[in-house]
Nanobody, 115 residues
């Protein structure tokens, strides 16, 4: 069973930065894609950023230029560096990995951006 453990959420003022971590229980290169999603209250879960096993990255339009996804294979960890945070970035952030037809979710970490 794959485990994904997120950390790094918290409360930050608008304009601030946070770094989220997603530690996987096995090699991150065993997954086709790893990504970050978020879900705000009353809204659907949405893709924020993802990276393929080949290193291709893509981002939601709303975070392009502010967020960066990157990985450290030595730690089996994927990170989401979030800069210039806005109140509308407030959500629970989830890590997701997929391998073939299987996918896995972390438990989520709360990010709150105050104005």
């Amino acid at each position: 069973q794959v485990q994904l453990v997120e950390s790094g959420g918290g409360l930050v003022q608008a304009g601030g930065s946070l770094r989220l971590s997603c530690a996987a229980s096995r090699s991150i290169f065993s997954f086709n894609v790893m990504g970050w999603y978020r879900q705000a209250p009353g809204q659907e879960r949405e893709l924020v950023a993802q990276v393929t096993v080949g290193g291709i990255k893509n981002y939601a339009d709303s975070v392009t230029g502010r967020f960066t996804i990157y990985r450290d294979s030595t730690k089996n960890t994927v990170y989401l560096e979030m800069n210039s945070l806005k109140p509308e970035d407030t959500a629970v952030y989830y890590c997701r990995s997929s391998s073939g037809l299987s996918y896995y979710w972390g438990q989520g970490t709360q990010v709150t951006v105050s104005s």
